[in-house]
């Protein structure tokens, strides 16, 4: 998510799954929640805000794959076309030889291809700025949830009820 | 629903909630350091700047200085080359392979261990620079083109497989362990009160807020990352062993080279990580993190790796005089009894014998015998692979050649070296970032913590696991 901008209501919640059944019943009562922050990866937290299933593993093959070709390549056309040599009685191109080097070739692209569009879609990267924080113990024990109160029909006497309805310690309101 | 044998013992003891997590491991990172640190790291620099001076020397005057005769043309520097390399598996193997068999166990200790292999790996790549000679001709064997002076590389040589291999290795688990710190990073920022280390961690945390959406991402690149290390860490010291296994050396030519080198690498890495986390445990008062439990796990996997070495040997032993290859049989029959006798017993109490010693649940739980078995499994490694490089050169086919190695003040000023740089690299690791993975030990805390039996109690009588006062901070 971007850098978040304008007035939200945060909730903060101490647990874990407390938030994580917390979300499915606010969206039924038609609040929509922009993001929830947490110190942890909380599983099934996606499928409960309705993110869709990330597609960064098809990236991922796909620097696979070019990096497999090009290590191909590269030992190919060097060892077989620019300059063809014979080294200890093998052919100028043989393959065998090649699939050590394509492999690492092949782990080297997919890991920095896929870390690389990592840090793109979440938006990281380095930055003299720290990001706007809803609540910075969302790294340390706590559950926040953010909800843009532009985007909702709900009043914010009606949503800070279901939040404290649901199991919300706090809620508090942020301006950025 | 959730169901955990009530029998499997808790991962983090202490009863610890999130916030206790966080304030645990980053009370360290933010007190000043300890007088211990400052004692630690002025040696480790002292010893780090004798090596560096001896380096040094070496390129200044040239491998002349090595012990190296005509007959044995790699000895110390190689031997460093490969201990190195095996030690830096260990972290590889448990923040990939245990991810992937889902050991909860691992997230105590991987970062530790991940931070080990990173600079394990770059103290064997310095062995690699040296032996060179001229370590400026070092990009010689990076694929340029002829305008350089010289043809391509030769892409069917192993050892250009270790380029791309060992420079594949360290990148791919630079990423794997930086990936792993920005969350931590991020909750050393959000805690930071002064603007200077604010500054900083908010820097190297790029940003990092904690949402869902980057989470799950987080865990999918995790894993395939994982999964993408774990062949990896297989394939650098498969090809560390073609060094050797595709040359027509008695004693280096056998196919037995690339399961036995993978399995004495998680081996001596392994020791490496016992002997650092018994350390960083009591120095760190972590006992809650990095308990007997799992000090014992790993006991198990060196006893595994330790017993598969020691098939290893007795195979190769076997093979070689089955063969009926004459040449094969005499280097091994002088491993054992020849002149370098004493290294091959050596490498065979400390590597076959002693880790056998795990079998004794008494021993294996005991942190003093873990101490001092997981440094002579780290002798016995190192002496391994002294045994299959100098025994297997010392003799050459014709007996006027045959020589012996004595090191000299530059070999082992050079190994010193190496030594320095790791602990140098290892304090300042310990004392500027979060020694235990903050995000992943809250992340199990639920299922694997003292609190759990209650909870599966509770279960049981119809009550929700969840509780909103599960993490209610100790006041």
């Known amino acids: 998510m971007a850098n978040p901008h304008g007035k939200y209501l945060v909730g903060v919640y101490d647990d874990d799954e407390v938030i994580l059944h917390a979300v499915p019943t606010l969206r039924k009562a038609g609040v929509k929640i922009s993001e929830v922050y947490s110190p942890f990866a909380i599983h099934g937290m996606d499928d409960a805000l309705g993110h869709p299933r990330t597609r960064i593993g098809i990236a991922a093959f796909i620097f696979g794959v070019t990096g497999c070709i090009c290590g191909l390549t590269l030992m190919i056309w060097t060892m077989g076309i620019d300059w063809p040599m014979i080294v200890g009685g093998k052919d100028p191109i043989s393959i065998p030889n090649y699939i050590p080097i394509t492999f690492e070739v092949t782990v080297l692209f997919t890991a920095f291809g896929m870390v690389t569009v990592f840090f793109i879609t979440n938006g990281l990267g380095p930055s003299l700025v720290n990001p706007n924080s809803f609540d910075p113990r969302a790294t340390d024990n706590k559950f926040v949830m953010a909800i843009d109160l532009k985007g909702n029909r709900l009043s914010e006497a009606e949503i800070t009820q279901q939040l404290r309805d649901t199991g919300a310690e706090e809620v508090n309101i942020k301006q950025f | ?475």
């Open chain 2, 1 to 475: 629903m959730h169901v955990t044998s009530p029998v499997r013992p808790p991962l983090v003891t202490g009863a610890k909630t999130y916030a206790d997590v966080t304030e645990d491991i980053c009370r360290h990172v933010e007190a000043k350091p300890t007088k211990e640190w400052w004692v630690a790291f002025i040696i480790s620099v002292v010893v780090l700047i004798y090596g560096t001076a001896c380096v040094f020397w070496t390129w200044w005057e040239g491998l002349g200085v090595w012990g190296l005769n005509k007959t044995v043309g790699w000895a110390w520097d190689i031997t460093n080359f490969v201990w190195w390399v095996g030690i830096g598996h260990a972290g590889t193997l448990i923040s990939a392979i245990l991810l992937l068999f889902r050991q909860k166990w691992r997230t105590s200790i991987n970062r530790a261990a991940e931070a080990m292999t990173i600079f394990a790996v770059l103290c064997a790549a310095s062995f690699i620079l040296m032996h060179m000679g001229r370590p400026w001709m070092a990009y010689w064997a990076l694929p340029l083109p002829n305008a350089f002076g010289s043809l391509w590389v030769n892409f069917n040589s192993p050892l250009v497989w270790d380029v791309f291999a060992i420079s594949t290795y360290f990148s791919v688990s630079l990423v794997f362990w930086y990936i792993g710190l920005i969350p931590d990073l991020a909750t050393i920022r959000d805690r930071a009160r002064s603007k200077v280390s604010r500054f900083i961690y908010g820097s190297l945390a790029m940003g990092w807020t904690g949402s869902a959406k980057a989470w799950s991402r987080y865990e999918y690149i995790s894993l395939i990352l994982a999964g993408l290390a774990t062949p990896l860490v297989l394939s650098v010291h498969t090809i560390v062993s073609m060094d050797f296994a595709t040359s027509v050396i008695p004693g280096w030519h056998t196919t037995i080279f690339p399961p036995y080198f993978v399995a004495g690498a998680i081996f001596s890495g392994f020791a490496m990580v016992q002997n650092l986390m018994l350390i960083t445990r009591v120095v760190y008062k972590l006992e809650d993190y990095i308990t007997i439990e799992h000090i014992e796990s790993m006991n198990k996997v060196i006893t595994l790796t330790g017993s598969i070495v020691g098939v290893a040997y007795i195979t190769e032993f076997f093979i070689a005089w089955y063969s009926g290859v004459e040449y094969e049989s005499y280097a091994f029959i002088n491993r054992a009894t020849g002149p370098y006798w004493w290294a091959y017993l050596t490498m065979m109490t400390c590597n076959v014998i002693t880790p056998q010693l795990f079998w004794s649940r008494y021993i294996r739980r005991s942190v003093t015998w873990t101490f001092f078995i997981a440094i002579l499994v780290n002798i016995g490694m190192w002496f391994e692979r002294f045994v299959i490089i100098v025994t297997s050169l010392h003799r050459d086919y014709l007996p006027s050649s045959w020589a012996m190695f004595s090191p000299t003040m530059f070999d082992i000023g050079d190994y010193i070296f190496s030594f320095g740089f790791f602990f140098t690299f290892f304090l300042l690791f310990s004392k500027f970032l979060p020694v235990v993975n903050m995000a992943e030990v809250k992340s199990v805390l639920r299922s694997s913590s003292e609190t759990l039996p209650k909870k599966v109690a509770g279960v049981a009588k119809g009550e929700r696991v969840a509780s909103p006062n599960y993490n209610k901070d100790a006041q």
